[in-house]
């Protein structure tokens, strides 16, 4: 009969091998610029396809961490990247959809696709959360061909009008809420909700102007008409949106986001930052709405459209 410690060591190895893969990432250096690419393979994935996962606002590649570790313990090889404003954009720049978006917007789908292309991947699947969904359909619009299915988890762009006092505000009240509800007690599985400092200086210092447009960007996007062509393009398309969410309210997301743009609609309790905070949830619903895509592709069933718990 096994021992305890025994019976640990599969999973042990599995966290062993994720924390060797994501602690050395491959650095490219674009001009005076750098990428940072983190790139976790499990020993058998359940798909050739791998994952990319394109980061919100402000994120460390620390934050990011648990998001990633998540998905890869589903079974899949996820990658990830840092550059905290983006690299300078070149092939972009020729394609026509791209006059429309913001050049501060386009340094983050140029290091989105950079990271494909360092890696040879003709083909990924991709989750994106905030800011990162947006500029994640943003690649799929100038790429359509390197994308089978996306997710999306509070994505920017979704709620119509806005503008930056709205949006801050909203951020604020998010970021509030959040707090008075982890002063009560963490949850099993919940981790608080931390800045990393070191990559907060170093986003402030290597952008200040870029924030800013940054901000601007988000404040005025909208990318429901991109996810209904997407969809006629056939690529598969899935949004997972916390209910407390206050940096995007639930009303309106409900309001604008319609069929003919989505094959999949999760909500789930939380708020705009919980898939920091709880990533394995997250993971679960991530994952899950990446299964559902691919059986309806083949035909397999029809799924849900929503989870709560």
């Known amino acids: ?22 602690d050395h990432p491959a650095v490219v250096r674009i001009g005076k610029e750098k990428l ?31 998001v990633v570790r998540a998905i890869f313990d589903k079974g899949r090889r996820t990658l990830s990247f840092y550059a905290p404003h983006g690299v300078e954009t070149d092939v972009i720049k ?29 083909k990924t699947d991709a989750a994106g959360h905030s800011e990162g969904g947006m500029y994640l359909a943003y690649a799929a619009l100038f790429f359509p061909e390197k994308f089978r299915n996306i997710v999306l ?45 070191k990559y907060v200086l170093d986003f402030l210092k290597t952008g200040p102007g870029l924030m800013f447009r940054e901000v601007h960007a ?18 598969g398309i899935s949004i ?15 309001q604008m986001v319609k069929t003919n743009q989505i094959d999949g609609f999760y909500s789930v309790k939380g708020g705009h930052m919980e898939i920091i905070t709880r990533a394995g949830r997250y993971a679960g619903l991530v994952e899950q709405a990446f299964t559902d895509l691919e059986n ?3 035909g397999k069933s029809a799924y849900a459209a929503s989870a709560g718990k």
């Open 36 to 66: 940072e690419i983190y790139d976790t393979k499990p020993e058998q994935p359940k798909t050739e396809v791998p994952v990319v996962f394109a980061p919100g606002w402000m994120p460390s590649p620390k934050m990011s961490k648990d």
């Open 296 to 298: 309806k592709r083949e």
């Open 94 to 122: 020729s394609k026509e959809a791209a006059r429309d978006v913001a050049y501060a917007e386009l340094r983050k789908v140029e290091a989105l696709l950079k990271t494909l292309d360092e890696k040879g991947i003709e």
């Open 240 to 254: 997972i949106h916390g209910g407390d969410d206050k940096y995007f309210p639930m009303e309106r997301v409900q």
């Open 153 to 197: 988890v509070d994505p920017v762009g979704i709620v119509g009008e806005d503008n930056m006092v709205r949006l801050g505000l909203g951020a604020l009240e998010d970021i509030r809420t959040q707090g008075k509800k982890q002063k009560k007690g963490l949850e099993a599985g919940e981790k608080k909700l931390e800045p990393d400092w």
């Open 1 to 22: 009969m096994k021992n305890k410690s025994e019976n640990q060591l599969p999973d042990k190895k599995r966290e062993d091998d994720f924390d060797r893969q994501y």
């Open 218 to 235: 988000m404040a005025n996007a909208d990318i429901t008409w991109i996810l209904a062509e997407l969809k006629k393009k056939g690529i």
